[in-house]
């Protein structure tokens, strides 16, 4: 895990202060199917959200990952690893905090807060590894495509 | 099924000019993990959006589905049919259009339509039955608590 | 819904002791992603589960259902209900029951009961219809290709 | 991640010819349902297969995990971390092979690798860490219940 996120409430708070534009935020809400016998969300629900603001946030930039894979390129994920810290009951409505980063030339690494509406409660932290893929070569890309390079680099700036 | 559901483009539109008013509207968007192998959405994925559709719907009239499990009540799906009309691909947005009828005391049926964005294709009508059940004693109520039979019938007028 | 399928645990037993054979059975098991917050399977669990014995049924006979898409032909659901009976908790283990007819020349109705290991009660009755779908063309076949046909006449008898 | 995992295919055959007997073995079969639209396992589904096999393992040494919640203690995750190294098609059978140690006195880790039935193919590896909760205090238990320790102890050892 990411041991430079915040775990703490305090210091979350001073982090969002300070960094709050650089993070996509993506709203979500409990429904009964996202919840288990616990009446919390499944531990595995989260990893849907965490999709979905990932996709969004490309959207926001100019990138549909529809798109991308209809011009043969996937981002699959090839690491993901998150750190539980507060569970999330039926009818909340929280936010998935969400940036990127590049790490070497072709991996993009997107680190993840899930935290309440009024941002005083941190539920999950966390962290997915995608590569670009050759669709028709099933192959990883050594290099992103030309387009997709540019707005990254503009999103990870 | 459903027979004066509207089958056709065509019905389904003079439908929706007429009645446009008594439907409630859940936008929908399709993200990677509602897709199967086909790369369209898996015939599943809908109950869970159908799911979405009816807690915000009930919400938008003042009951908050958490609330109510809270006071002792649920409303569990007893009868569940849909009809597939066409597929839905990976990227699109379209509109879950959901509303509410008593078919007796206590039955309540929601009939659905998940239409495209601009209302000119349909892509699955579908009705769902919710009974309401006394969480303490696991049976079916014989009358809605009124609070809720309130709001309810003022849902359905 | 299915008004010739069985209702009371009666006639649920009658039934299984003269058909017994023309059923494929399913085991299932409710694991904890299954449920929701009211400590059952949420209603939405079970259209994975008769997805499962469907493909282990074809498989049974003969048909792998990723050879079948790989030679062009997919098997979408075009229609789909159920009657939910009884709700299943954690931990318990039941039977998927289903069974296949041609209702005309390409339409494939999958009937189901889902019911306990000793068969003593009733959870869920439903029935599935699929078409073929020419992959390419993105069409209703027909009819169905040939060896399909064979092996699929073979079981609905 | 868990660094001493085994990354390559020499290395894990080697490893599960020394320590086959302390693995648990889960069966998965990939459905229709588990795949996106890449016609392989969505990333969020093993997820679901990792939790079988975990509670399948503690059943297999006496723990029936439905009786352990009735009895008011909880194993919720708290961290959960995987690496993705090779796709798996739909139509495929695998092996979830887990097995667990106590990283202090209540913290329970349990490392995972996914691969092929013949044992030749690695698709993933994985740690999943629970800890105990008492269900009505909603607080970590400072020790596990006496009659689960030692059941735990027996499987660590």
């Given at each position: 895990?990411n041991?430079?996120?915040?775990?703490?409430?305090?210091?979350?708070?001073?982090?969002?202060?300070?960094?709050?534009?650089?993070?996509?935020?993506?709203?979500i809400?409990?429904?009964?199917?996202?919840t288990?016998?616990?009446?919390?969300?499944?531990?595995?629900?989260?990893?849907?959200?965490?999709?979905?603001?990932?996709?969004?946030?490309?959207?926001?930039i100019?990138i549909?990952?529809?798109?991308?894979?209809?011009?043969?390129?996937?981002?699959?994920?090839?690491?993901?690893?998150?750190?539980?810290?507060?569970?999330?009951?039926?009818?909340?409505?929280?936010?998935v905090?969400?940036?990127?980063?590049?790490?070497?030339?072709?991996?993009?690494?997107?680190?993840?807060?899930i935290?309440?509406?009024?941002?005083?409660?941190?539920?999950?932290?966390?962290?997915?590894?995608l590569?670009?893929?050759?669709?028709?070569?099933?192959?990883?890309?050594?290099r992103?495509?030309?387009?997709?390079?540019?707005?990254?680099?503009?999103l990870?700036?």
């Open positions: 895990m041991d430079s996120q915040p775990t703490s409430n305090v210091a979350l708070s001073t982090y969002a202060i300070s960094d709050a534009q650089r993070w996509f935020e993506y709203p809400h409990v429904y009964p199917h996202h288990d016998y616990g009446g919390v969300v499944w531990h595995g629900t989260y990893i849907a959200w965490m999709e979905e603001a990932r996709v969004k946030c490309l959207r926001s100019g549909d990952y529809a798109d991308l894979v209809a011009m043969g390129c996937e981002l699959p994920v090839v690491e993901f690893s998150t750190r539980y810290h507060r569970a999330m009951k039926m009818g909340v409505t929280a936010i905090k969400t940036r990127m980063s590049r790490s070497n030339n072709v991996r993009l690494d997107w680190d993840y807060q935290v309440s509406e009024d941002g005083s409660e941190l539920y999950l932290t966390g962290r997915v590894t590569v670009p893929i050759d669709r028709a070569k099933g192959k990883i890309m050594r992103l495509p030309q387009p997709i390079a540019d707005v990254i680099d503009r990870a700036s």
